[in-house]
C-alpha cells in the first residue's frame, strides 16, 4: 500500500525533481517506508512506500527493459502470475507484485489488466510505445486523480498532490456539489473540483505522449447474465469455497494482520475465516459510542470473537475528539464523501494502526450481496403493487407479498424512510423510486439559499442517474439496484476506507471484493439472491455453518451510527453554530441561515443532513478560501 505522483511536461522539458517532491510530499503518509524516484526527461514519478511484500526489495518504481511502473496497492495472485511469466521465459530479481505487473504488462500489453486479482492503481511509462498507462482496480478500492493542464499532465493517488502544482486550478464543481446533496458522492469521473477527474474503477487511460489524448478503456464491469442452469446448493457451495480462497490470499503479508469487526455478518464473515488460517492469534477492532445501544455494536463483536478465539480490541470515539478531528479529515478526504462513519473509522484504524500494519474488513458486502434495507422497502411497494393491480414488472415474481411479509421486521428502525418513500407519487417506475430511496436532498434543499436553490438541476442529476441504474443488462429491479449501488455508492464507501487507513500508514483489504465473488453472484437468478426478501439470503445460505445463530439471525443493521443528533444539541451545538452559522459561511451565498439553525437543534436520529452541509463548508474554509490563483 502505498502513494504515488506522475507528471509528464507536455513541452518535452525535464520534469523538476524539487516539484516532483514536493507534490508528493502531500502524500507522505500513504507510504512512510521508503520513497523512490525515476525520471526520464519530461516524465517522472515519485512513489512513497508502505512495505507489506518484499520488504527488502520491493522499493519502487520498478523498471524493465523499456517499461517502468509504480503501484499502489496489492496484486493478490502475483505469486501464480509470476510462475506463468516465469513459464514464458520472464526472469524476476523481487518477489513483489510490482515487478510482475511490469512483466505482465511486457507479456501482454495494457490489456493484462483483465488478468489481474487485486486491489490496485497504477502508472506504467512504456517508453518504447511513447504512452502512459493509468488503471485502476475493478471496484476502486484505490484511488486514481489525473489533471489535464496546457502544459503539464498530472496524475496522483490523492487530489492534494495534484493541487500542490501550480498549474492546476483550485475551482470548485457546481454540479458535484449538487450531486453530493443528493447522494452523498459524486457520479462517474467528476469530483469537488471542476478540472481534476479520477479514473473510474474497471477502467485504465491510454496517454499518447505525443498528442497527449487519452483513450478511455472499460476493461471489466460485472455481468449479470443470469445462469439458470445451477442449482441454490451449487451457488451456496461455489461462494463458501470462493471466500475461503480470498482470504487465504489477502492474508498474504510479510507484516502482522488484524481485522476491524462491528459484529454485522460481512466483518463477522472475514474474521472467523481469517482466524482459521492466521497463524497466531488475530485481533479484531472494533468500536462504540458510549452514547446507548443504538450506537454499540460490541455484544456482537465479542460473541463472534470469543466464538473464533480473536482478541478484541475496544475503541470508544468521543464528541471531543469529534471537534478537534473533523478540519482534519477534511483534508485527508480531499472531497466530500458519504456519512458521518468516517469519523470513527479513522479512530479504529488510528488504534489498529498501533498493532498492527495491515487490517481485513467486510466492506462491500451490502453492495455484493443486497444488504441495504431500501431493497426491502422497495419490493415491499413492488409486491403491494402486483397484488393490488395483478401485475408484475419484471416478468417473474421475485418477491411476492405473501413472501416478503417474515422480513418486513427488518423495517421496524426505517418508519421515517417509509414515511418519506410513500408520501408521494407510489408506484410510479422503478428508476424514479430508487431515485426517491436514495435521494438525500429533500431536507437539505430548504437550507439553500434561493440563488443555490434556482441553481439546482434535479433533472440532470436524475438522467445521470438513470445511466447507470437502466444498465440494459440489468433486467430486474433487484438487479438494477445492485449495479447502481456497486458502481456508485461502493466507491464513495471506498473512497473512505482508504482516506482513514492511509492517513494512518495502515493497509485496509477487502477480501469481499474479489471480482471472482462479484461474478458469481452477479450471475445467480435474483429471486434466488433476495428470497422472500431476505437480505443477503445466499451468503447467509453460504456461511451458515460458520457463524453463530444471533449473528445469522440480526435484525437490527446499524452500520457504525454516529450520536451526531444527540451532540449537535449538547455539547457540540457551539461547534456546530460556530461553523454553519459564522459571518464566512453566511457571506458564501450556499446556506439559509434560519434554516441551519433549525436543522442543528431538530436534525433526526441517524439523520445525514446535518453532516452534508458540514462537509461542504468545512471542504469551502480548507480548500477554497484563500487558495493562490493557479500559476502563482
Request: charged share 25%; glycine share 6%.
Amino acid at each position: 500500500m502505498c502513494g504515488f505522483v506522475g507528471l509528464v511536461n507536455k513541452d518535452a522539458t525535464p520534469v523538476d525533481p524539487a516539484l516532483l517532491a514536493r507534490m508528493a510530499g502531500t502524500i507522505a503518509h500513504r507510504g512512510p517506508d521508503e520513497e523512490g524516484t525515476y525520471f526520464d526527461g519530461p516524465v517522472g514519478f515519485h512513489h512513497k512506500r508502505l512495505s507489506i511484500i518484499d520488504l527488502k526489495t520491493g522499493r519502487q518504481p520498478m523498471t524493465s527493459g523499456p517499461v517502468t511502473a509504480v503501484l499502489n496497492g496489492e496484486i493478490y495472485n502475483y505469486r501464480e502470475l509470476r510462475e506463468t511469466l516465469k513459464k514464458a521465459g520472464h526472469e524476476f530479481v523481487t518477489t513483489s507484485d510490482t515487478e510482475v505487473l511490469v512483466h505482465m504488462y511486457l507479456q501482454y500489453g495494457p490489456d493484462f489488466v483483465k488478468r489481474l486479482n487485486g486491489m490496485f492503481a497504477f502508472l506504467i511509462h512504456d517508453r518504447a510505445n511513447r504512452r502512459l498507462m493509468a488503471a485502476r482496480d475493478h471496484f476502486g478500492i484505490k484511488p486514481l486523480y489525473y489533471h489535464q493542464g496546457r502544459r503539464s499532465l498530472k496524475v496522483a493517488s490523492e487530489i492534494k498532490a495534484l493541487l500542490a502544482h501550480p498549474e492546476t486550478p483550485v475551482e470548485p464543481h457546481p454540479d458535484s456539489i449538487q450531486e453530493y446533496l443528493v447522494f452523498q458522492y459524486v457520479l462517474n469521473s467528476e469530483t469537488f473540483f471542476k478540472d481534476i477527474r479520477k479514473v473510474c474503477p474497471g477502467h485504465y487511460l491510454l496517454f499518447d505522449l505525443g498528442t497527449f489524448k487519452a483513450r478511455d478503456v472499460k476493461y471489466w464491469e460485472p455481468n449479470f447474465a443470469v445462469d439458470t442452469s445451477h442449482s441454490e446448493e451449487y451457488f451456496a457451495e461455489r461462494l463458501k469455497a470462493l471466500l475461503e480462497d480470498t482470504i487465504a490470499l489477502q492474508l498474504r503479508s510479510d507484516v502482522p494482520v488484524g481485522t476491524t469487526l462491528s459484529g454485522g455478518l460481512d466483518s463477522s464473515i472475514v474474521t472467523t475465516l481469517a482466524s482459521r488460517r492466521y497463524e497466531g492469534t488475530l485481533q479484531a477492532f472494533t468500536g462504540a459510542f458510549a452514547e446507548g445501544p443504538d450506537f454499540d455494536e460490541r455484544r456482537y463483536a465479542g460473541l463472534v470473537a470469543q466464538v473464533c478465539g480473536a482478541e478484541l480490541v475496544e475503541v470508544l470515539p468521543t464528541a471531543a475528539e469529534f471537534v478537534d478531528l473533523l478540519p482534519k479529515l477534511t483534508r485527508i478526504m480531499d472531497e466530500p464523501m458519504a456519512g458521518p462513519g468516517l469519523f470513527p473509522q479513522y479512530i479504529v484504524a488510528r488504534r489498529a494502526a498501533q498493532s498492527v500494519k495491515v487490517v481485513l474488513g467486510g466492506q462491500g458486502g451490502d453492495e455484493i450481496f443486497g444488504g441495504y434495507t431500501r431493497y426491502v422497502i422497495a419490493y415491499l411497494e413492488q409486491a403491494l403493487k402486483g397484488a393490488i393491480l395483478e401485475t408484475n414488472d419484471e416478468g417473474e415474481h421475485i418477491v411476492s407479498l405473501r413472501s416478503i411479509l417474515p422480513n418486513l421486521p427488518a423495517l421496524r428502525r426505517y418508519t421515517p424512510m417509509l414515511e418519506r418513500f410513500w408520501e408521494k407519487d407510489l408506484f410510479e417506475p422503478m428508476d424514479l423510486r430508487y431515485f426517491r430511496l436514495i435521494d438525500r436532498s429533500g431536507g437539505c434543499r430548504n437550507c439553500l439559499t434561493p440563488e443555490f436553490q434556482a441553481s439546482f438541476s434535479r433533472d440532470r442529476i436524475l438522467s445521470r442517474f438513470r445511466e447507470i441504474f437502466n444498465h440494459p443488462d440489468t433486467l430486474s429491479y433487484y438487479n438494477k439496484m445492485i449495479h447502481f449501488d456497486l458502481s456508485a455508492n461502493l466507491p464513495a464507501l471506498l473512497h473512505v476506507e482508504d482516506r482513514v487507513s492511509m492517513a494512518n500508514s495502515l493497509e485496509s483489504r477487502v477480501p469481499l471484493l474479489d471480482r471472482r465473488i462479484v461474478d458469481l453472484v452477479a450471475s445467480m437468478p435474483p429471486r434466488m439472491k433476495f428470497k422472500g426478501a431476505e437480505m443477503k439470503y445466499i451468503l447467509k445460505r453460504a456461511v451458515r455453518d460458520i457463524l453463530p445463530s444471533p449473528i445469522l439471525e440480526r435484525k437490527d443493521k446499524m452500520g457504525f451510527p454516529v450520536p451526531l443528533h444527540l451532540w449537535a444539541r449538547k455539547e457540540l451545538r457551539p461547534f456546530f453554530r460556530d461553523i454553519l452559522l459564522s459571518e464566512r459561511s453566511r457571506t458564501r451565498g450556499l446556506f439559509d441561515p434560519a434554516c441551519m439553525e433549525k436543522l442543528i437543534d431538530e436534525e433526526r436520529a441517524f439523520g445525514r443532513k446535518l453532516w452534508g452541509l458540514l462537509n461542504i463548508e468545512l471542504w469551502f474554509r480548507e480548500f477554497i478560501d484563500n487558495r493562490p490563483p493557479a500559476g502563482a
